[in-house]
C-alpha cells in the first residue's frame, strides 16, 4: 500500500469513527473538540498510532462539517411547532405473523371504527404487535387466538408527538426525540411513526419521565428558534 492510499484510508477510518459516535460528531461539528484528545482516543479504538494524521483527519471532517447546512436546526424548527398528547392506559398484544391473524381481526377493526376506538397494528417478518386500549385487550386476545400470542404487556402509556407536515421531509427527528429519551434512562417498549405522529409507548413508571424530557425538547426547541 503506497503513502497516500494510507492517509486515505485513515481519514476513512476517521470519519467512519466520527459518524458513529453523534455525540462526538456534534462537538466536532460545533467546533467543541480538543483535537488532541480526540485523536488519543480514536487511535485507542481504531489502533492505528499516527496522531498527526488522526488529527489531521480530525480538522478536515470538521471543516466540512461545518460547511453543510445546520441539520439540528431544521430538528429544532419542527420540534417547535410539535405538541404532546398523552394515552394511558394502554396494552401491546403480539402475535405470529401469520395471514390467520389479519383474518380474525378484520371484525375487531371494524368495531374498533365504529366506536371510535384507536388501534394500531404493526407487521415485521417474524411478528404483528396490536396496540390499544386496555379495555381492549381480552376482546383482541379472543380474536387472535391464544395459540397466536406470542406476548402481552400492559401498564402502558403512550406518547404522542404531534409535529408540522415539515417532519416528513426532514430526517432525524425521530433520532433526536429517542436520544434524548435514552440518555434519560428511558426503556421504549415501543416506537411507531404515522406520518406527522411520533408515537412512543412507555411503562406507566417512566411515564412522568418520559413526558417531562420530550417536553423539554420542544421547551429548549422554542427558546433556540428565533424567526
Not at 494510507?6 to 476517521?14: D, F, G, Q, R, Y
Not at 386496555?134 to 402502558?156: F, P, Q, S, W
Amino acid at each position: 500500500m503506497v503513502k497516500g492510499e494510507m492517509k486515505e484510508s485513515l481519514a476513512e477510518k476517521t470519519r467512519i469513527y466520527i459518524d458513529s459516535h453523534p455525540s462526538v460528531k456534534d462537538c466536532v461539528a460545533k467546533g467543541l473538540v480538543n483535537y488532541s484528545s480526540l485523536a488519543r482516543m480514536i487511535m485507542k479504538d481504531i489502533g492505528v498510532d499516527n496522531e498527526e494524521a488522526v488529527m489531521i483527519a480530525c480538522r478536515r471532517y470538521a471543516s466540512r462539517l461545518n460547511t453543510t447546512t445546520d441539520h439540528e436546526l431544521s430538528i429544532l424548527r419542527i420540534l417547535k411547532d410539535s405538541r404532546l398528547e398523552m394515552r394511558t392506559k394502554t396494552c401491546i398484544v403480539t402475535a405470529k405473523n401469520d395471514w390467520a391473524v389479519f383474518h380474525k381481526m378484520d371484525s375487531l377493526f371494524k368495531d374498533c371504527w365504529n366506536e371510535n376506538s384507536i388501534m394500531q397494528c404493526v407487521q415485521s417478518a417474524s411478528a404483528v404487535t396490536i396496540i390499544a386500549d386496555r379495555t381492549l385487550k381480552d376482546r383482541i386476545i379472543d380474536a387472535v387466538g391464544m395459540l397466536n400470542i406470542i406476548k402481552v404487556r400492559e401498564n402502558l402509556v403512550e406518547i404522542a408527538v404531534k409535529s408540522p407536515e415539515m417532519i416528513v421531509n426532514t430526517s432525524g427527528v425521530i433520532a433526536y426525540l429517542i436520544t434524548n429519551l435514552s440518555d434519560a434512562g428511558i426503556n421504549l417498549e415501543e416506537t411507531v411513526s404515522c406520518h406527522t405522529d411520533t408515537i412512543f409507548i412507555v411503562n406507566e413508571s417512566d411515564m412522568i419521565s418520559a413526558y417531562s424530557v420530550l417536553t423539554k425538547c420542544i421547551q429548549s426547541a422554542e427558546a433556540t428558534v428565533r424567526e
